[in-house]
Structure formats: structure tokens, C-alpha cells
């Protein structure tokens, strides 16, 4: 948002008021809105120090406010916006009596507010798109493609059925996840308590030593040091550290760009993206191009619904391709994401008629190739898992006898 400075005539006096707008247009005709009198002119201007102050606060503290939607709650709405949309009753009637009888008091809010302004005469789509942090992407995709076709209830049935598979692979990757986060929890918490009160006993013996402490010793030493004097600090920065990491990723588009590249190159994670990416992807365009959207309609709508930014990025070449007229394969291929045979089966696809039935095909390919990483999950990061645990026994087992063998040299002569 942009800050304005409008200049208004009234009753023979000159007044300036300042106000926010996305870009001029909007600015002259919010100007009109807002202010009684004549409008001399609008500009563009720096916002004074004190808003630009109040805005950075309420930006900074909107996320403590924002709470995402609990799957369970939100599939459940939707599967009754479905069935009620179906037997004939309206969107507005369907989602205020939805917004009743829920417990959930963001799904209460959310529903509640969606019905007000189609009330007001807004569209579903143009309504749930002010609550994209709550609903996500998918959910906007799947909203708009019951607008553009004319079959909400279709549109939500299928939308249920994508969030369950969704849900179903999180709690798959929870499960992968439990046994080697537990281990590290556990090691973590072994390894703390060691710096805390084991070290500290050995501290007295090596500073009595007086001679110079091996490498790992002395790192036991500073991390004793570090835990012991400046635990609270620590924890404090950590907890400053995340904060501003979650800023910066909601508020800064370069930022979030940079950090999902990073991503893109982290072992394991990568490969997680890159498929539950292409999955979701090539489910929502299958869907589209089913439905009889055009290809270029559906590939904007699929795209849009993309977290990761560089790959949103490599597959918004695909439209501008296929806006030009140049044929689908050929803007996939170009993105270097896809495999010579999933281009190969939609050329057949395009060429055939049948590009929805082989856009299912490649969709049912991606799926089976994130389940299987998804599966061998526990045994992918177990390499990872035993080198930190190894690296941490091996330091702690350094630290405190390298020492004491010295010590023992000591004592019977040796030196």
C-alpha cells in the first residue's frame, strides 16, 4: 500500500488529508469517497513517522492474531457448504448456518464475515480471498473453479477430497517424522544436561591441570560457559531470532523467495517440495482443464495456489508460452521440472484430445512418487541421525578423557 496526500477546496479552504491506496487510480477514487469538497489534486508522498510507526506495529503483531483453521473443522465445513449447496440452498444461508453451529471460533469468524459480504454482494471467491492465510491457496483455487464452471458443490466436494489426501500425507510425515525427532529430543536433552552439571565437575580438575586442554575440551568448556552464564540470553535470542525470521518471511517477498531456493537445495527437503508441489499442481490444472477452463485460465488459477516462489516462478513461463500459442509440452519442457516421459504423455494428451485423462495420469505419478519419499523417510534421514549422535558421544567422550589420559601420563612419570 502507497501512501496518498489529497488537497481538498471546501467552503472556501484549502485542507490536506493523508490516506492509503494501492496505486493513483485507486487514490483519486478513494479521494472522492472519503473527503467532502472539491479534489485539487492527489499525491503520492512519504507517510509521516508516527503511521509509519503504527503500521509497522500492527503489521509486526498481525500474525499473534491470525490462527490457522484446524483441518478437521474446515473440511468438515466444507463437505456441509457441499451438500447444502447442492440440495438448493444459498451460499449466504448455507455459510451463516454453518458459522452457528460450529464451535470453532476462527472457523466462526471466518464463515461469518464470507457471509456478510455476499450479503453485501461479493462473490464467494472475491470474499475467501481475504482470509488466504486461514483457508490457503487450494481452497481459493477450488472456490474460483465452482464460480467458473457453475458447480460449487462439485467444486467443494472435490476440494474435501484433496484436503483429506493432503491431511492424510501431513500425518504420514509426522509419523515418518516421530521416531528421529524423538532421538534427537532425546540426545539434545542428554547432551544439555551433561554441559550443565557433568562438565562443571571436570572444569576444577583441568583448571588444576594447568596444562593446555585438547581441542574439544576447550569447546566443552565455552558451551559449559555459554549454557551456565548465558543460558537465559541465549534462549532469549533464539526466541528474538525466530520471530524475526517469521517477519521477515511473511512481510518480505525477497526474503521468502531467497529462503524457499534455499529449501530447494536441502537434501531430503527438496525432494519433498519439489514433488508435493507438482502433485498439488497437476491436480488442480487436471481438475480445470476437466471442467472445460482453458488451458491458459487453468494454468494461472494452478500456479496461484503454488507456495514455493521459485517454482512458481520456473512454471508462470509455462502460461506466457502458451498465451503466445505455443503448445503445453513444449512451456513444461521449457521449465526443466518435469521428466522427458511426463512430457511425452502430455504431448500424446494434447495432440490426442484427451489432456484432462493424461493430466490425471501424471498427477496419480506424482502422488506415487511423494508417497514413496514419504515412506522411506525414517531410513533417509537415520544416516543424518547417527553422524549428530556420533559427532556429539564422540566430542563429549574427547572432551573429558583426552585430559584425564594426560593426567594419568602425568602421574606415573611419562612426562
Known amino acids: 500500500m502507497k501512501y496518498f496526500v489529497a488537497t481538498i477546496l ?13 496505486n493513483k487510480k485507486e487514490a483519486h477514487y ?6 467532502s469538497g472539491m479534489i485539487l489534486k492527489v499525491i503520492e508522498a512519504p507517510a509521516p513517522l508516527e503511521d509509519q510507526l503504527r503500521r509497522f506495529k500492527e503489521t509486526l503483531f498481525a500474525n499473534f492474531k491470525k490462527r490457522k483453521l484446524k483441518q478437521d473443522a474446515l473440511i468438515a465445513a466444507i463437505r456441509q457448504l457441499a451438500v447444502m449447496t447442492n440440495a438448493g440452498i444459498s451460499i449466504h444461508d448455507s455459510l451463516k448456518e454453518i458459522a452457528d453451529a460450529t464451535t470453532d471460533k476462527t472457523l466462526q469468524t ?23 492465510y486461514e483457508l490457503g491457496n487450494l481452497s481459493l483455487a477450488m472456490i474460483e473453479l465452482g464460480e467458473k464452471t457453475g458447480n460449487m458443490a462439485e467444486s467443494l466436494h472435490k476440494l474435501a477430497d484433496m484436503l483429506e ?20 529430543i532425546a540426545m539434545a536433552v542428554a547432551f544439555t544436561i551433561l554441559i550443565s552439571y557433568v562438565v562443571p565437575q571436570f572444569k576444577t580438575i583441568f583448571e588444576q591441570l594447568g596444562a593446555e586442554l585438547p581441542l574439544p575440551t576447550q569447546i566443552l568448556l565455552f558451551l559449559e560457559h555459554l549454557f551456565n552464564t548465558y543460558g537465559i540470553y541465549v534462549l532469549a535470542s533464539i526466541a528474538v531470532f525466530i520471530f524475526l525470521f517469521r517477519y521477515m518471511i511473511d512481510h518480505s517477498r525477497n526474503f521468502r523467495y531467497k529462503w524457499h531456493l534455499f529449501l530447494l537445495r536441502v537434501y531430503l527437503i527438496k525432494n519433498i517440495i519439489m514433488f508435493a508441489t507438482l502433485n498439488r499442481f497437476t491436480l488442480v490444472f487436471s481438475e480445470l ?7 491458459a485460465e487453468a494454468l494461472e488459477t494452478s500456479i496461484a495456489m503454488i507456495d514455493s516462489l521459485p517454482l512458481q516462478e520456473r512454471l508462470l513461463t509455462v502460461r506466457s508460452t502458451v498465451e503466445k500459442g505455443g503448445a503445453l509440452y513444449s512451456g513444461l519442457a521449457e521449465t526443466k521440472l518435469f521428466e522427458n516421459m511426463i512430457i511425452q504423455m502430455i504431448s500424446a494428451g494434447e495432440s490426442s484430445g484427451q489432456l484432462d485423462a493424461m493430466m490425471e495420469k501424471v498427477m496419480e505419478y506424482y502422488k506415487m512418487r511423494f508417497d514413496a519419499i514419504i515412506d522411506g523417510l525414517s531410513e533417509a534421514i537415520e544416516p543424518i541421525m547417527l553422524f549428530m ?4 558421544v564422540i566430542m563429549l567422550a574427547l572432551g573429558i578423557f583426552l ?3 594426560s593426567m594419568g601420563d602425568a602421574v606415573q612419570g611419562r612426562h
Open 165 to 184: 489426501e493432503i491431511r492424510r500425507n501431513i500425518i504420514k510425515f509426522k509419523k515418518a517424522m516421530a521416531y528421529p525427532r524423538n532421538v534427537m
Open 389 to 392: 549422535i556420533a559427532g556429539m
Open 30 to 35: 478513494l479521494a472522492k469517497i472519503k473527503f
Open 10 to 22: 471546501s467552503k472556501g479552504k484549502k485542507s490536506q488529508q493523508g490516506f492509503y491506496a494501492e
Open 289 to 295: 482443464v476437466r471442467a472445460g477452463i482453458p488451458i
Open 403 to 405: 585430559p584425564m589420559w
Open 110 to 132: 471466518v464463515l461469518g464475515t464470507m457471509s456478510e459480504d455476499i450479503n453485501s454482494g461479493h462473490s464467494l471467491s472475491q470474499s475467501a480471498h481475504n482470509f488466504t
